[in-house]
């Protein structure tokens, strides 16, 4: 499987599939190959993908170091841990100076379970946002 079976397989779909969505796929070149997906008429962050020799990681950036309230950083952070269980197939994570939710699927997995967790990813990133505002500038 690559990116580009995963980007025709996304871009196929219209709103009657299971999970009600079309998908605006783009693949992003370069050292390793990344995969930007965005729900069709939805507002969101995108999903980026990208498939290893151990695993599928799908990532959503949500917000910045400078975004967060200095004086809550230690908060958010415990709201965090304490979201990541709770949180279905989803993850936090820091890359770089960007706070991230991922998730991460087998090599193995099919393209509806990959629609899956693109699906799941971005209700989750949208709830996380929602809920951690009280820690953002």
């Not at 009657?16 to 995969?35: H, K, N, Q, R």
């Not at 400078?66 to 994570?93: G, H, Q, R």
Request: hydrophobic residues 45%; charged residues 25%.
């Amino acid at each position: 499987m690559n990116i580009h079976t995963i980007a025709t397989h996304l871009n196929q779909l219209q709103d009657a599939t299971e999970t009600g969505f079309s998908f605006d796929c783009t693949p992003i070149d370069g050292d390793i190959d990344v995969l930007q997906v965005e729900m069709v008429g939805r507002e969101e962050i995108p999903i980026f993908l990208s498939i290893s020799d151990n695993q599928i990681l799908c990532i959503a950036y949500l917000w910045g170091e400078d975004e967060v309230k200095a004086d809550l950083k230690a908060n958010m952070i415990e709201a965090m841990l304490e979201l990541n269980i709770p949180m279905p197939l989803s993850s936090f994570a820091k890359v770089e100076d960007k706070y991230v939710v991922f998730g991460a699927l087998s090599i193995n997995s099919t393209l509806d379970d990959i629609e899956l967790e693109v699906v799941t990813l971005s209700d989750n990133s949208l709830e996380v946002i929602s809920a951690m505002e009280t820690y953002l500038k």
